[in-house]
């Protein structure tokens, strides 16, 4: 069972590249989600869709732009990635109003 | 306000109960729910209970709830080592079902 799906699993960047994150979840799900978890922090909504062709933003979208491609994908974009930006970026899926989320593994990004 | 608060760590041994807590602040959100991640790892959901319940029991799991404290609790029955991990407690807010996290409580199990 594949569930949510996110690549790639590790990546650096320098200050300033820009990168898309990916994410593919096969549940048939409307809604799909990006955080971001820093330690001691927990984890902090940065966009979500709530179905496909919707996107909104979460507590901190800021350096960030989503695209909902298709019912199944969901991409995080950093434009022009910052030090603040290093962190752990978790996709999530779920069927809709009050059905639970499930996470995909992560992916690990450092900016130096 | 949106906050969630949780104890940073626990320690207990193999074979014990581990009785981990949780406190929110909105008070119209509808389910509460348990994850668990390991190092490395992405969130496993444990289990999760409807605002209007006031328990839930899941094999080795058990999670109560007290709406007029606002606590919610996750009791793991017969820990074992394998249960080590960071647990997080999370409220739904609004229809949606916009997710607020605590910041996790890490449980060592020792044998």
């Known amino acids: 069972n594949a569930g949510v799906t996110q690549t790639p699993k590790f990546q650096v960047l320098k200050t300033g590249q820009s990168m898309t994150l990916q994410c593919a979840q096969d549940?048939?799900?409307?809604?799909m989600y990006w955080y971001r978890q820093d330690p001691g922090m927990g984890l902090r909504l940065i966009y979500y869709?709530?179905?496909?062709?919707?996107?909104d933003k979460g507590e901190v979208p800021n350096g960030y732009n989503v695209s909902r491609l298709n019912k199944r994908e969901f991409s995080l974009r950093l434009e022009s990635a910052a030090p603040s930006q290093t962190s752990v970026y978790f996709c999530?899926?779920?069927?809709?109003?009050?059905?639970?989320?499930?996470f995909g593994d992560g992916t690990r990004l450092s900016i130096l | 306000g949106e906050d969630v608060e949780q104890s940073l760590f626990l320690s207990v041994r193999e074979g014990d109960s581990s009785v981990i807590n949780c406190t929110y602040t909105?008070?119209?959100?509808?389910?509460l729910y348990w994850y668990k991640q390991e190092p490395g790892a992405g969130l496993q959901l444990l289990t999760y209970?409807?605002?209007?319940?006031d328990m839930k029991q899941d094999q080795r799991l058990t999670v109560l709830l007290n709406k007029k404290d606002k606590h919610l609790s996750l009791r793991i029955a017969d820990t074992q080592t394998g249960d080590s991990a960071i647990y997080f407690c999370?409220?739904?807010?609004?229809?949606?079902?916009?997710?607020?996290f605590g910041t996790g409580t890490r449980l060592l199990v020792s044998p």
């Open positions: 999530a899926s779920s069927g809709g109003s009050n059905q639970p989320q499930h």
């Open positions: 549940m048939n799900h409307n809604s």
């Open positions: 869709s709530a179905s496909e062709g919707t996107t």
């Open positions: 909105d008070s119209s959100s509808t389910y």
């Open positions: 999370a409220e739904s807010i609004g229809g949606f079902q916009k997710l607020v």
């Open positions: 209970i409807f605002s209007n319940m």
